[in-house]
């Protein structure tokens, strides 16, 4: 699985940024997409991720802000971030995860896209 994000970019505090994803490749099974990133310093942690049914799971830190969903004709991952604060800046990176069931059972697989900046001047 390939994951393709755009969308990363420089605004002010309280603008608004989308990031879009595509998978491609061997998307058989794909099953959540979403939303990590990691500050510099910090861990890498969850931003929002979304199932195949489109319900959302999304971060105490930004729910209410960003809006997470899903095209599932064209294997995309949308993140619509409003009202952005100098602590979003990260980079973000998509995630998409898989699930085969094979000859020897459940197989989940997850996978990461490069990574787009998002910076939040003050």
């Known amino acids: 699985v390939q994951l393709q994000a755009s969308g990363g970019g420089l605004v002010q505090t309280g603008g608004s940024l989308r990031l879009s994803c595509e998978a491609s490749?061997?998307?058989?099974?794909?099953?959540?997409m979403g939303w990590h990133r990691q500050a510099p310093g910090r861990q890498r942690e969850l931003v929002a991720m979304?199932?195949?049914?489109?319900?959302?799971n999304y971060s105490d830190s930004v729910k209410g802000r960003f809006t997470i969903s899903r095209d599932n004709a064209k294997n995309t991952v949308y993140l619509q971030m409003n009202g952005l604060k100098t602590e979003d800046t990260a980079v973000y990176y998509c995630?998409?995860?898989?699930?085969?069931?094979?000859?020897?059972?459940?197989?989940?697989?997850?996978?990461w896209g490069q990574g787009t900046q998002v910076t939040v001047s003050s």
């Open positions: 490749g061997n998307i058989r099974g794909l099953n959540e």
């Open positions: 979304v199932t195949k049914g489109g319900s959302p």
């Open positions: 995630r998409a995860d898989t699930l085969v069931i094979d000859d020897s059972g459940p197989v989940a697989t997850g996978y």
